[in-house]
């Protein structure tokens, strides 16, 4: 055997743990979800699982319920990701052009990703609780009525997105400000030389030079953001008037509350087609904003 | 007139750093408050400080065994890394050094894979987790971790810049293939394993749909669902529901704490390589 | 540090950490019958019923309960598929109205044997309506513990305030619609150039069960005779009318912010509507002066809405659990005054005669409502009827649609739902 040959062998062995948890936890998943998404399979009636075809693709096509939760999924990602986007970008220049104590903000900013969910929805709760929350309260003092953060229908989303920037901007920003960081500074200094101004040198060396960061941001804030549940299943439980009730919340209550687990899987695949549609896109139109 | 610039940059940033610190400070004081002052929130530091939520919530060890709970997530988290790590690394030096046929497909594929929302996964993985009877039990939350493709990805971007030059020396030295991964490889991705490390554990600690799904016995919660459990009974009483908040959170606080250099040096480092 | 110190480290500090879990989990001493008990009661009543376990416990050494409570949201769902998967309990509870759907998992058994032979439950104990819940063909599957009625709650300070006084000069509840009202509107404090109320007189909880408090009231229902739905009859109508119009005149706070059963134990409402289970919250408090009673006559008569807690027992165990687990039930049943303290209202009438449960006053109030209490309609499709329900009233009440309109598209997507039902297990509405 050659030393080449036998470290490739070596390398199987190394490789098998992983390769064994991958088939087993997401490539036979994967095969299964797409079984379950053609079979009528209701939990409650083990006995009565059978091919349907098509029928749940259908059903979800005329399922209100299935678009109420689209759209609310929709105006998450919609509201969260540029809010984010521009948020964290800001705080990251910011960071970069502190002189003193840029570690020490960076970390405080860090710090509230390390809440679990749980935790950040129970105190967000207390903040927009609508009688005896504190942001009422501070409103009552300069004199403004109580707002319904969490039950008016036009404020439960931006309310959850608020919660959320607060929640997982810091580490964005500290992966934005990473990218800034690494930008030569004889770059800038040159531009600088040549008489460049703030603007001009932002859009036209510093925002290129991020583009391949921005890119991964953007796409992985899309997708997580089109998977949003316990949020708005801790804050809300999806109301008022499903207003809140996205997606993988509705699936989630098909699957284990009302035991369909046959349109559940169904509804995860055109939940994933949506988002592999949206990454592509995103892809494409900021590829090209570059070129 | 430029110090005065600067000084006002650093002030903004201080400034949002605090507004991004002051709930959760709001957080720790108001769980130190007796009932009768948390839903009167005129000053925000107590007026009687007590310690009395939290000896309530420890005290509650039969229908909330909340030192249970932290057990249960201090094991299930570290399992997991340990087993992320030991994976993810594994896998990454095989496709990266040891050059296995199709390695670049495969972590293609990975990639690839790493783009299907969960959410596809949790009825088939329910089904799958239910036939190997590992429901109710730790493995559910640590073994379909490991499978996530991240870790793989990252550790094969730092590896590719490792030099290869020093592994030649220790094979020649004599060093058996697994002896130059533990002794010259792993130490020289240091931090980026860390990273890994630290991103694994506080994703494992946070996990809040796993446990929700999986887990049915209490007693084997881990502390999100705990804490969710705690809070739907006692919805009423918010300083008991923020004391359990302040209590899950510490642990996560003090592991940050320790690690805070590695987790933000480290973070801004490796994640970017490409 | 080595990365081999770390990995090893951590491998060790997770072994020790797997021994200590596992010896944890380790309960009771050997040769004895354990048993598993799941329910949903996750507040005080859980405390509660802790107690009853472990006294049944050390009254019967030879058998070992231990209790498991999971939140009702998940109960229902964690309960079927742990049952499916042989590892559920021996022992759980299921609402009266959930047991069709429960049924056709087929973990549910027949425990027709409790009512019978020696040590019986007898039958005559029970009320014929609340019995009949658990009759399937000739099965009983399973026992009712309790009765929980909806049922008005009144602060008793804001009652005698608004003059809602005895003879005997006792704080009194409103008993009709016009009492109601007033009682509503005497309550109501707005602060001097205040645009809004701080304090209410009635505000209402979960909307679901509000609702369907009243439905009986006004002689509605929310399935037809021939097993069809039927959401926007007039009865149905009428009800969710009266609760869309309280909203409308601002005679409770908006709907955007029901201070709801929060809002009742800070005193900054009057009144409120709620399940006898909420009780063991306001035991809680030690400020609070509170009575009970019956919901007063909104619609044409004295009515509510109540259901049951059943125990139930696992098909196919073995001779011991299973008598093990009759014993338990027998004993829960015969406690069932300790757990009327918690806030209930035991099913058995011999237990409600008693002077005991006479003295508990909001139980007691609450229990004269059984005869003319009923029940959530016996449907495999029950979830999706609470989602229905819970959606039309939220869209009434909000005032974004009228009742009729909210109704009828809720009885547009239920019979979506009837219809599936029927096409795939052929099993109907009503078992």
């Given at each position: 055997m050659t030393f080449n040959r036998r470290r490739s062998l070596t390398g199987l062995l190394f490789l098998?743990?992983?390769?064994?948890?991958?088939?087993?936890?997401?490539v036979l998943p994967i095969i299964v979800a797409a079984y379950l998404s053609v079979m009528q399979f209701d939990l409650t009636a083990k006995g009565s699982i059978h091919y349907v075809g098509l029928q749940n693709f259908k059903e979800a096509w005329a399922d209100q319920y299935f678009w109420s939760g689209i759209k609310a999924t929709l105006s998450f990602v919609i509201l969260m990701v540029p809010s984010m986007l521009v948020f964290a970008l800001g705080t990251a220049i910011g960071l970069n052009a502190m002189s003193r104590g840029r570690n020490a903000v960076r970390a405080l900013l860090f710090l509230p990703g390390l809440l679990n969910v749980a935790v950040t929805a129970i105190l967000w709760g207390w903040f927009y609780d609508g009688t005896f929350g504190l942001f009422n309260f501070l409103l009552k003092k300069v004199g403004i009525g109580e707002v319904h953060w969490l039950s008016e229908k036009a404020l439960a989303m931006p309310s959850i997105v608020v919660m959320t920037l607060w929640w997982t901007m810091g580490g964005t920003a500290i992966v934005l400000l990473a990218a800034l960081q690494q930008i030569p500074r004889h770059i800038i200094e040159a531009a600088a030389l040549d008489g460049a101004g703030k603007w001009a040198m932002f859009r036209k060396i510093v925002f290129p030079l991020l583009t391949p960061v921005l890119l991964f941001v953007v796409i992985t804030n899309t997708i997580g953001a089109f998977q949003v549940f316990g949020q708005p299943f801790l804050l809300t439980k999806g109301g008022p008037e499903l207003a809140t009730r996205g997606l993988v919340q509705y699936i989630y209550e098909t699957a284990f509350n009302n035991y369909r687990m046959g349109y559940g899987a169904a509804m995860s695949w055109m939940l994933f087609a949506i988002i592999a549609v949206f990454a592509l896109l995103q892809y494409r139109l900021l590829r090209r904003s570059v070129a | 007139m430029k110090r005065l610039a600067e000084g006002l940059k650093n002030g903004l940033m201080t400034f949002l750093g605090l507004v991004f610190l002051s709930p959760i400070v709001l957080m720790v004081f108001t769980s130190m408050k007796p009932e009768s002052e948390v839903l009167n929130p005129e000053s925000a530091i107590p007026k009687h400080w007590t310690l009395g939520n939290f000896q309530h919530v420890l005290g509650w060890s039969e229908e909330a065994p909340f030192v249970r709970w932290l057990l249960n997530s201090v094991f299930v988290s570290t399992s997991t890394t340990l087993l992320v790590l030991t994976f993810s690394s594994m896998?990454?030096?095989?496709?990266?050094?040891?050059?296995?046929?199709?390695?670049?497909?495969?972590l293609g594929i990975i990639v690839g894979a790493m783009m299907i929302p969960g959410q596809?996964?949790?009825?088939?993985?329910?089904?799958?987790?239910?036939?190997?009877?590992?429901?109710?039990t730790p493995a559910a939350l640590i073994v379909p971790a490991t499978a996530g493709g991240f870790g793989v990805f990252m550790l094969s971007q730092f590896m590719r810049s490792v030099p290869e030059s020093l592994e030649e020396a220790a094979i020649l030295d004599g060093c058996t293939t697994l002896g130059v991964f533990a002794n010259v490889v792993l130490p020289l991705c240091g931090p980026a394993v860390a990273t890994l490390g630290i991103f694994t554990f506080i994703g494992s600690w946070n996990d809040f749909l796993g446990p929700l799904v999986f887990m049915d016995s209490v007693r084997d919660y881990t502390l999100p669902v705990g804490i969710a459990l705690y809070q739907a009974s006692y919805y009423t009483q918010y300083g008991l529901t923020l004391a359990t908040a302040v209590l899950g959170t510490v642990p996560l606080i003090i592991v940050f704490l320790l690690f805070q250099r590695y987790i933000v040096e480290s973070m801004s480092s490796t994640g970017l390589k490409d | 540090m080595s990365p081999k110190a770390v990995f090893g480290g951590m491998l060790a500090f997770c072994v020790i950490l797997g021994t200590i879990r596992a010896n944890d989990t380790v309960i009771g001493g050997r040769k004895k019958t354990e048993l598993s008990f799941w329910n949903g009661w996750t507040g005080p009543d859980g405390t509660a019923m802790l107690k009853m376990i472990r006294e049944f416990n050390t009254e019967n050494p030879d058998v070992e309960v231990s209790m498991q409570?999971?939140?009702?949201?998940?109960y229902y769902n964690k309960?079927?598929?742990?049952?499916?998967?042989?590892?559920?309990?021996?022992?759980?509870?299921?609402?009266?109205?959930?047991?069709?759907?429960?049924?056709?998992?087929?973990f549910v058994s027949d425990v027709s044997d409790l009512y019978s032979g020696a040590g019986a439950i007898r039958e005559s104990d029970f009320d014929p309506y609340v019995l009949d819940q658990v009759k399937f063909g000739k099965e009983k599957i399973g026992l009712p513990l309790d009765i929980h009625p909806q049922g008005l709650y009144g602060n008793v300070d804001m009652l005698k305030e608004a003059g809602f006084v005895d003879a005997r000069g006792n704080a009194r509840l409103p008993v009709n619609r016009e009492e109601f009202m007033r009682a509503i509107r005497a309550m109501m404090k707005t602060p001097k150039g205040d645009a809004t109320p701080s304090v209410w007189g009635y505000s209402m909880t979960m909307w679901r069960n509000n609702f369907m408090s009243l439905v009986p009231q006004f002689d509605g229902h929310y399935l037809s005779k021939d097993g069809r739905a039927d959401l926007a009859n007039?009865?149905?109508?009428?009800?969710?009318?009266f609760m869309a119009d309280l909203a409308k005149n601002k005679l409770v706070p908006p709907p955007e912010n029901q201070l709801g059963w929060v809002g009742y134990r800070q005193k900054k409402v009057g009144m409120v509507v709620d399940g006898v289970y909420m009780l063991g919250d306001l035991l809680r408090l030690e400020d609070m002066k509170y009575i009970g009673g019956p919901i007063p006559i909104i619609g044409n008569h004295a009515a509510t809405m109540a259901d049951s807690h059943v125990l139930c027992v696992k098909t196919g165990l073995s001779p011991e659990k299973r008598e093990a687990s009759e014993r338990f039930i027998r004993y829960l049943s015969a406690h069932s005054i300790d757990w009327a303290k918690a806030g209930q209202v035991p099913a058995r009438k011999s237990v409600r005669d008693t002077p005991?449960?006479?003295?508990?006053?909001?139980?007691?109030?609450?229990s004269k409502q059984i005869p003319t209490m009923e029940y959530p309609p016996r449907s495999t499709v029950l979830f999706e009827l609470d989602f229905e329900i819970d959606h039309a009233t939220e869209m009434a009440i909000r005032g974004d649609e009228t009742p009729t309109a909210a109704l009828k598209a809720a009885?547009?997507?239920?019979?979506?739902?009837?219809?599936?039902?029927?096409?795939?297990?052929g099993t109907g509405a009503t078992p």
């Open positions: 098998a743990p992983y390769a064994i948890s991958f088939v087993t936890f997401i | 896998a990454a030096y095989a496709i990266t050094r040891l050059k296995v046929p199709g390695g670049g497909v495969f596809l996964f949790l009825v088939p993985v329910y089904l799958l987790l239910s036939k190997l009877h590992w429901l109710d | 409570r999971i939140e009702w949201a998940t309960l079927m598929v742990a049952e499916l998967n042989q590892r559920g309990p021996e022992l759980f509870v299921i609402h009266a109205s959930t047991l069709p759907r429960m049924r056709r998992a087929g007039p009865g149905n109508i009428a009800a969710l009318t005991e449960f006479r003295a508990m006053q909001v139980q007691y109030a609450f009885t547009v997507n239920l019979q979506k739902v009837l219809d599936r039902e029927n096409k795939d297990y």
